[in-house]
């Protein structure tokens, strides 16, 4: 059993997971660049350790400095959280050999499902469904000829790519073989690999991922789907669970379908098999993300289940203890991620001092931040800063309250994105449960801030606060009741 786990990351998750393991009575130590010195994670670890690096992204990648900063605190075990190194195969072996263990699947694990091209032959090969498309082999013009075959419209996509970097949607073959070279150079830079294969693009598809576990026993459950439809430029902002989309019969093929992909693999710790579901109920497998997803709280909300206590038991090699039958879906949930950027200027960043953080609270409502008060928000990290969580009994109930929960956040000195969440939740599209993947761009001119009477009024206000000399001048005029002495009536 572990005493000690370090956790290799920063922001929101580094404290979700730190608040889990002080939980089950576990000593934290938390590794970190400088400029995460004042973060709430590492202010609440029994112990930290300064990482460096030429940037402070490059520190969180540096494998060799996180394996000695397990040695020199005596951690048994790391979680990598999502992001930086926790779908690296080289770091997750590199703590085996070191005789620490990697809170997360194994190595060759990682590495098959981290292989886009790899995977989708893997669950090809065993009879679950992929999209018809072809992978790109020695000879380019090969490639290109193979891919008109498949007919438009179709996605490009690279072999080592996530997060929608590298892809690129094809509509007419003219422009095939040009797209196909930019997305090359995309997946070279982004990722140092220019493989790419080429998929049917499913029309307004909407995006269906299921939770997985797997113990070492050979035991393996999945705590349902969730729906992460809501995109902007294939990045999820909102996501849900239970998807409005499926039927009963529909949720438990996919659901099925996620498992038997998870065993086939031998997959042991939390996963997430990932699917592009269309308009007539037809589904594809996307990928298999090795790790803790972004959005696994909503599933938390609904089944009671801490997946990260979960992570934590499976990688102390106990046993699951629990079958399918004891994990239910209880009402309805819904993340939102804030984001320090600006939705009226294409979502620029904002970077600046927390001047005043007012988290939401009430019935329902949970809220992951790895931020404080008077915290710098720099240009090093992604953007985000805090999910905002909210369960209802209903669909209709999660609305509202994640709606409130957004317009009782209170966050000063950044811009963010709060009041374009609220937007797209009360958009007709997402309150009907029919919003695909398209939905934030086609609907763009409607999600646009309108200022309505009251706004301009505070705005007003807000810049005559603002107007250091009229406060001092208004403050210069004297009471009413300044020249008349000490008398009173």
């Known amino acids: 059993m572990f005493q000690k786990v370090l956790i290799a990351n920063r922001g929101e998750i580094a404290l979700r997971i730190l608040r889990t393991l002080k939980g089950m009575g576990l000593a934290t130590v938390v590794a970190h660049h400088a400029v995460d010195a004042d973060s709430p994670a590492v202010l609440e670890a029994d112990e930290s350790v300064e990482l460096h690096g030429s940037t402070p992204v490059a520190a969180y990648l540096d494998i060799a400095q996180l394996v000695e900063a397990c040695r020199h605190s005596g951690a048994q075990a790391v979680h990598p959280g999502y992001g930086f190194l926790s779908e690296n195969a080289g770091f997750a072996r590199a703590l085996d050999e070191a005789g620490i263990v990697f809170i997360g699947p194994r190595a060759d694990t990682i590495e098959l ?53 590298g892809m690129r949607i094809v509509r007419d073959l003219a422009v095939l073989e040009r797209e196909i070279e930019t997305a090359r150079r995309e997946g070279e830079r982004y990722f140092g690999d220019g ?6 693009y499913v029309e307004r598809p909407r995006h269906i991922e299921v939770q997985v576990m797997g113990d070492a026993h050979g035991q393996l459950v999945h705590f349902w789907e969730r729906e992460c439809s809501v995109q902007r430029r294939f990045q999820k902002i909102i996501e849900e669970t239970p998807s409005p989309a499926l039927s009963p019969v529909q949720r438990h093929d996919i659901c099925e379908a996620a498992a038997g992909i998870a065993r086939a693999a031998n997959y042991r710790g939390a996963g997430t098999v990932e699917f592009i579901y269309g308009a007539g109920g037809e589904f594809y497998f996307l990928e298999m993300n090795t790790r803790l997803q972004v959005e696994h709280p909503v599933t938390e909300m609904v089944t009671g289940f801490d997946l990260v206590r979960e992570q934590v038991r499976v990688a102390q090699g106990e046993p699951l203890g629990y079958t399918q039958a004891d994990i239910a879906q209880l009402g309805h949930a819904i993340e939102c991620r804030l984001y320090a950027e600006d939705s009226e200027h294409d979502f620029r960043p904002s970077t600046g001092d927390i001047l005043c953080w007012r ?64 937007r797209a939740l009360r958009h007709a599209e997402f309150r009907a449960g029919q919003a695909d993947t398209g939905m934030l761009a086609r609907c763009a001119d409607e999600l646009r801030e309108s200022l309505t009477p009251d706004d301009i009024d505070l705005v007003l206000a807000s810049a005559v606060l603002a107007d250091r000399e009229l406060l001092r001048a208004v403050h210069a005029i004297p009471a009413m009741h300044a020249a008349m002495g000490p008398w009173r009536n």
């Open 359 to 422: 988290p939401p609270s009430g019935p329902g409502v949970r809220v992951d931040v790895g931020v404080r008060e008077g915290q710098a928000v720099t240009a090093a990290f992604d953007p985000m800063i805090a999910k905002i969580i909210c369960h209802g009994n209903t669909r209709a109930q999660a609305i509202e309250r994640s709606i409130l929960a957004l317009e009782q956040s209170v966050l000063l000195g950044l811009t963010t994105n709060a009041r374009y969440l609220t």
């Open 195 to 200: 493989r790419l294969f080429v998929e049917r």
């Open 113 to 165: 499902m981290g292989d886009k091209v790899r995977a989708r032959n893997f669950v090809a090969e065993r009879g679950f469904p992929v999209a018809p498309g072809v992978i790109e082999d020695d000879d380019p013009a090969t490639f290109v000829e193979r891919a008109r075959q498949v007919g438009t419209p179709l996605l490009i996509k690279p072999s080592a790519g996530g997060g929608g970097k």
